[in-house]
């Protein structure tokens, strides 16, 4: 699956997809755990509320643009 194919997904099936992701990065706010998946060539970050009572695909990353927020935080090799 490519990156442009996952974008055009229904919310429901990119959620359903992370099920199955390479959980690759998290960190927390007060607000809010974001969580870094890998599916194929390209990451998904998501957030959920610290409730626990959602989750939202914050948006989507080329493999070699890991999002700013997990740099610094992980193992350089991930990425």
Not at 11 to 20: F, N, P, W
Not at 42 to 51: G, N
């Amino acid at each position: 699956m490519t990156l442009e194919q996952y974008n055009h997904l229904p919310d429901k099936t990119k959620k359903e997809l992370l099920i199955d992701a390479k959980k690759v990065g998290e960190y927390e706010t007060e607000i809010a755990t974001y969580e870094l998946f890998q599916i194929d060539d390209f990451y998904v970050e998501a957030s959920k509320s610290v409730s626990r009572k959602f989750r939202t695909i914050v948006s989507t990353h080329a493999l070699h643009a890991c999002p700013a927020g997990y740099l610094g935080r992980y193992n350089s090799a991930w990425f």
